[in-house]
Each structure stands twice: as C-alpha cells, then as structure tokens.
C-alpha cells in the first residue's frame, strides 16, 4: 500500500483474488494500519522500511513464486525487495509508483505534496486520501482511513514518508535504487504496468519501466480509466481482473 493509506486500501480487490485461488498477503507497513507506529520521524528511513518488509516477506514467511502488485510506497519498497531478491518473485505488476535515483524531475504534484507533508500544521489522512480518488469515498471509508492513528503523534510515519523519497543524487537511498535499476533492467519474468488516467503524482511513470525492463516488453500494459492516485478505491474490481488474467497468461 502506499502513503497515507493501509491494508484497508485493498478491502474489495483481495475477495477476487483469493476467489481465483491465490493466496493474498498485504501487510501494513510500519507506521500504519495495524503495524507499530514509532512516533520519532527519525525511527523512519527508506532502508528500514525495506528491511522491515525483508524480514516479514523472506525471512518469517520465506515467500516463493510471489507476484508482487505494489502502489505508491508499495511499489518504492517491493522493488528494491525485487532487486535484492528477485529469485523469489515470478512477476510484478506495478500502479502508479516508482522508483525514483535521484535523477531527472519528479512531477509538480508530488513536489507539492512533499512540502505540504512538511509543512502544514495540519495532517487530515482521511480527507487527504478522499482527495486522491476520483470517486468521492464515503464517510465510513474517510473514517477507516483516520481509524490507525489514534492521536497526530502517530503520524509520524506518514509526515516523513514523502520525504524519503529520493529527489536528488545525495539522498541515502539513490544508490540502493540505483542498483535495484541494475536488477530491473536484466528482470525477465512478465512485468506489468497498470497505471491511472488521473494521478497527476505519478503521471508518466509508467514509460521508465516499459522501456528499461525487459520483462516488460511485450505486455499488455494498462492506463485504466476513471481512476485516481489510489486507483483500488476507484477500480478495484479491474484491477484485480487485470492481475487474475496477468497471473493465468504466464
């Protein structure tokens, strides 16, 4: 899942999935959902953020022929577990998400989203996901989204995370994305882009891994209509189809 999102993110996408015989694992990342919640911005970092799920993913459940959906931050962390490990996953689908060095210019949106994380006195999770959809979240799914976060100390992990994204070459993580690049641009096994029409923070990125991945070549990539940033809230009975019939073909 992704930024300030949680598992609840994927509620109508995970019953399609498991009724086509798969088994679904979405874990919350630390600092959100039903995970711990460090309330000191320094306990986060990228790096921990990717061991934290090394560890779950790997060593605890020791995961194999993994096809890997991830979205915003989930695509920022399964990634780098792709690079670091990619013996372990059969195929990746990717939606609205990077893999930013540190080169090249992120979008607008997201610059202004990364001040705005830093520098509003006010953190409104659940209204800030209602504005990243095109539909229009009812209040039950705006509370949903508050419900992990108890008191504004708690979200902390969401304040930081926008910026732990690399956005120059000196940030910590650029060289650890660099080199997961290095793994994806020798990736093989099918990888699939499933993009949005309307998530001006990611608009774009799909072009990068289409035209470096190899596995990408040839895949029957995706931009899905009448949706936001959080597309598993506007189309998340497409999405589940589109990763059904990705995992069936290959």
Do not use: C
């Amino acid at each position: 899942h992704g930024e300030p999102s949680w598992s609840y993110l994927y509620r109508h996408m995970i019953p399609i999935l498991v009724e086509a015989g798969h088994r679904v694992i979405v874990p919350d990342l630390v600092g959100f959902g039903k995970s711990d919640k460090p309330t000191r911005m320094e306990d986060y970092t990228y790096a921990r953020h990717v061991l934290w799920m090394q560890e779950l993913l790997f060593v605890k459940l020791n995961l194999q022929n993994v096809t890997f959906f991830g979205q915003d931050w989930g695509g920022l962390i399964g990634l780098r577990l792709v690079g670091s490990d990619q013996g372990r996953f059969s195929r990746v689908v990717i939606g609205n998400t990077g893999l930013p060095t540190g080169e090249g210019q992120l979008t607008k949106a997201f610059m202004d989203w990364q001040k705005y994380s830093q520098t509003s006195p006010e953190f409104p999770i659940g209204d800030l996901i209602n504005t990243a959809t095109v539909r229009e979240l009812q209040s039950d799914e705006i509370k949903a989204y508050y419900a992990p976060f108890p008191s504004d100390e708690y979200t902390a992990g969401a304040r930081i995370f926008p910026s732990l994204v690399p956005t120059s070459n000196d940030n910590p993580a650029s060289q650890d994305n660099k080199r997961a690049w290095t793994v994806l641009k020798e990736f093989t096994k099918p990888f699939l882009t499933a993009f949005s029409d309307s998530d001006p923070v990611s608009a774009g990125g799909e072009k990068d891994f289409i035209r470096d991945v190899p596995g990408a070549q040839g895949q029957p990539h995706i931009i899905i209509e009448g949706a936001g940033h959080f597309l598993q809230e506007d189309k998340p009975n497409e999405l589940a189809q589109i990763i059904n019939t990705f995992i069936a073909s290959k």
